[in-house]
């Protein structure tokens, strides 16, 4: 078993939808997510960074947490055409200077 | 802020032959760099960790002999890919961290091809 799962997609959906992109993962060990936003033939954007249990909100974007369940969430509103891209998940231990295990990554795409 | 450049942005090489690829943080100085490999639809996954001055430590199955990496600034950190194959072909990515910092930032990647 990987230690973090996401669906690959790809994900299709049009312009002004709300997106639900989602990991899970195994290793309880790890206290620290992230979502990174990449564009083809580019190198990952952080775009959330969250510690506790919860929702945080970005603008656009809200990543939700849920450590009882090892689950984590990205929300996108109003998506955009712009907004197509590889979304990885990421996370890592307690030690704040530990590697990053990232998801395989989800291509969404939004249509106009 | 936080820019990581790398060079070459693509390169192709023939089987049997070394190549170097450069990442550098541009306005921060990078305590940590983080080269990792990306395959056509697939994660990222992490081949070294770098430290300013040290040795740098590989991840299970990473061939460190194939694959040598130097980082002896603050700002640049090499990747040699040493005799290529073409199962060398990928997507290279590297990441920096700033000491004190937890977040890594990615540079654009380094599309290899090895013929």
């Known amino acids: 078993q990987k230690e973090v799962e996401q669906d690959p997609g790809p994900l299709s959906v049009p312009e002004g939808a709300i997106v639900s992109l989602n990991c899970t993962y195994s290793n309880s060990a790890f206290q620290y997510f992230m979502w990174y936003r990449q564009y083809s033939r580019k190198g990952p954007e952080l775009l959330m960074y969250t510690y506790s249990s919860g929702n945080k909100e970005d603008g656009r974007f809200t990543a939700q947490v849920d450590k009882s369940s090892k689950y984590i969430s990205l929300f996108i509103r109003d998506s955009q055409p712009s907004d197509s891209a590889t979304y990885l998940c990421a996370m890592r231990g307690g030690t704040s200077y530990g590697k990053l295990t990232f998801g395989q990554g989800t291509i969404l795409t939004v249509h106009p | 802020g936080a820019v990581v450049s790398q060079h070459p942005s693509r390169v192709i090489c023939k089987s049997g032959t070394s190549v170097k690829i450069e990442c550098r943080s541009l306005?921060?100085?990078?305590?940590?760099m983080f080269w990792y490999r990306q395959f056509p639809k697939k994660s990222l996954m992490l081949m070294a960790t770098?430290?300013?001055?040290?040795?740098?430590?590989?991840e299970q199955g990473v061939e460190k002999d194939k694959f040598l990496i130097n980082h002896a600034s603050l700002t640049l950190s090499t990747l040699t890919v040493t005799s290529a194959h073409p199962e060398d072909s990928s997507f290279y990515i590297c990441s920096a961290r700033a000491w004190g910092s937890y977040e890594q930032y990615f540079g654009p990647g380094t599309r290899l091809t090895v013929t």
């Open positions: 770098s430290n300013e001055g040290s040795k740098a430590t590989y």
């Open positions: 306005d921060f100085q990078a305590t940590t």
